[in-house]
């Protein structure tokens, strides 16, 4: 067999067993992303709640359900919204 195959079936084998809680080299690497206040950071961007929606990609109900607290945006939503929230001009700035 191939080195390839070998190293493939290897990580793939790796995997499997940590899946499985079993002790393992793995690195492990977890990203803690900040919870946002999807209502704040769409007033700080001066956005309607349509245009908001429109700009990050989102419908809006979808953004209406963040806003009140019915569901939490995850994911690539999360972080775009946690970027917002640092830099609100972000969206504008992006847009043109």
Known sequence: MSEVYNSLMDGLTEAV???RGEK?????H???V???D???I??????SQSAFARS??????TLLNWEHGRRQPTGPAQVLLAM????PSLVSELLR
């Open 42 to 47: 769409r007033a700080s961007t001066g956005l």
């Open 84 to 87: 917002i929230a640092k830099k």
């Open 24 to 28: 393992t080299n793995a690195i492990v």
């Open 56 to 61: 990050i990609g989102v419908a809006k109900g």
């Open 38 to 40: 999807v209502a704040a």
């Open 34 to 36: 900040p919870a946002v």
């Open 17 to 19: 067993a940590f899946a």
């Open 30 to 32: 977890q990203i803690a």
